[in-house]
């Protein structure tokens, strides 16, 4: 079983340009610079009970991205904010993933952005099963991918683009493998992150995690697992980690909006001490508790 992202569209709702659309409405230029160049930012929040977690992280975090690419949303963050929670009313679903997209906008063929006047601003809200419930339960089996991440003066990993191929030949080589999910190491050989997710591991009861210097996404999931172990008491720290550490931890797990926290079982063929291990049961039921709140 693969480590698949299925949208069940039947679910979708879409707002676009100011607006809730019907889906056949909801469509893009082919000149535009998004799919064109991957030239965009975009967010993925989770609701629950019909709330947005976390969205003023993900609001800042977009606007950052975007300001970094010298895009600008054509709103304000306030109005953005009520964009999402009108799309999640116009959804039927209890629970599910918004998707918020700033591209760049219709432009002539040449990347050049300064030809491109009116940036595009979408919302989907839909389900998204990144994972299947027998694969979360047994544990994820990772390889450690041949790509490396990209450096960051190259691109700075803080920027949630619309370039993800990077990350999509990673994914390949971990489908091409059999594995649930890969890990990318940076230019230096050392834990940068998932395809989609940020890395943990437990060593002697303390979490260990990279720091987004290393070329890890300053992951919303991560900060509040960070969080969660700070009230549980669990020591933390932010540090380099190469392969050996993962392949020698006590336990190691994944955290992203879309993956929420998945224990990891297996990487490069070496299984883990313990999966789920006591931390990560621990910390994930503090994660439960606080969604369901
Ligand atoms: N790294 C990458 C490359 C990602 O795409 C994601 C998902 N947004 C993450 C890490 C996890 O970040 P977050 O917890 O903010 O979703």
């Not at 340009?17 to 230029?29: F, T």
């Not at 998707?99 to 491109?116: E, K, N, Y």
């Not at 971990?174 to 989609?196: F, H, K, M, Y």
């Not at 700070?230 to 993956?259: K, N, Q, S, V």
């Given at each position: ?15 676009l ?13 082919v ?37 970094a ?28 993933y ?21 940036p ?44 993800y191929l ?39 009861g ?8 290393e ?47 998945i ?28 969604v369901?709140?």
């Open positions: 079983m693969t480590f698949m992202e299925s949208f069940m569209h039947e679910h979708a709702v879409c707002w340009n100011g607006r809730i659309v019907p889906l056949d409405e909801a469509r893009l230029s000149f535009d610079h998004g799919l064109l160049y991957g030239d965009g930012v975009f967010e993925g929040i989770r609701f629950y009970h019909r709330r947005p977690f976390r969205l003023e992280a993900h609001l800042e975090r977009l606007f950052d991205s975007a300001r690419i010298c895009l600008d949303i054509p709103t304000t963050h306030a109005a953005l904010a009520a964009a999402v929670l009108e799309t999640i009313a116009a959804s039927t679903l209890e629970d599910g918004l998707r918020v997209v700033a591209t760049r906008g219709v432009g002539p063929l040449g990347i050049d952005p300064s030809r491109c006047a009116n595009g601003l979408f919302i989907i809200a839909d389900q998204l099963r990144m994972i299947d419930s027998e694969t979360r339960e047994r544990g994820a089996r990772l390889i450690i991918a041949a790509t490396r991440r990209l450096p960051p003066d190259g691109l700075d990993p803080r920027i949630k683009s619309l370039n990077n990350h999509i030949l990673a994914r390949i080589e971990a489908n091409q493998a059999g594995a649930d999910e890969a890990i990318l190491l940076n230019a230096a050989g050392r834990v940068a992150e998932g395809t989609a997710d940020n890395v943990f591991i437990v060593r002697r303390k979490l260990l995690t990279t720091p987004p210097v070329g890890a996404l300053a992951g919303i999931t991560r900060e509040v697992v960070l969080d969660l172990a700070r009230e549980a008491g669990i020591a933390a720290e932010e540090i380099a980690l190469a392969p050996y550490d993962l392949y020698t931890a006590d336990e190691c797990f994944l955290t992203g909006t879309g993956a929420e926290l224990p990891v079982a297996e990487i490069d063929g070496r299984s883990l001490r313990a999966c789920p291990g006591p931390v990560f049961r621990d910390l994930a039921s503090r994660f439960q508790r606080l369901a709140a």
